[in-house]
């Protein structure tokens, strides 16, 4: 019984830091004000996947911190039109030497999914964005970025 307490209190601890850190990460990134790239938009069984990457890098610099871009992706389903905001998504980054990132849980916000990225390398990035939206299916979008 005690080691289910002390479970719950610490999912209850992390669930509280990670919505603190999604709320600061979102304030902070809505104040920074750089350029906005759009990405190509992208359909995958059903579901289209519009992104852009914000360009934080000045702004987060001042802080102390390295992140140079904040990721954002808005789902649409295609047959109803309809914004899909509820769900999980993360981001795999490959980077232009090939090497794939950890996965990045992409936060909800205001009806998109985002997390704050760090591209510091010139060159080609693939940005693959995995979901498990609202009707449980299990989707992949590939979007690319060239950092010059």
Do not use: W
Request: proline letters at 3%.
């Amino acid at each position: 019984m005690h080691l289910k307490s002390i479970t719950m209190a610490f999912i209850l601890c992390f669930a509280f830091l990670s919505t603190a850190q999604a709320g600061m990460n979102m304030d902070m990134t809505m104040k920074t004000g750089g350029k906005q790239i759009m990405l190509p938009m992208l359909e995958v069984d059903g579901v289209s996947a519009m992104a852009h990457l914000k360009d934080i890098k000045a702004a987060m610099a001042k802080m102390g911190l390295t992140a140079t871009n904040h990721f954002m992706v808005m789902f649409t389903s295609q047959k109803s039109g309809k914004q899909l905001t509820d769900g999980m998504a993360a981001l795999k980054i490959t980077n232009p030497a090939g090497k794939i990132s950890p996965p990045v849980m992409l936060m909800a916000m205001n009806g998109t999914f985002g997390s704050d990225i760090t591209l510091t390398k010139l060159g080609l990035y693939k940005l693959d964005v995995g979901t498990k939206l609202t009707d449980g299916r299990k989707r992949v979008f590939h979007f690319t970025y060239t950092v010059k």
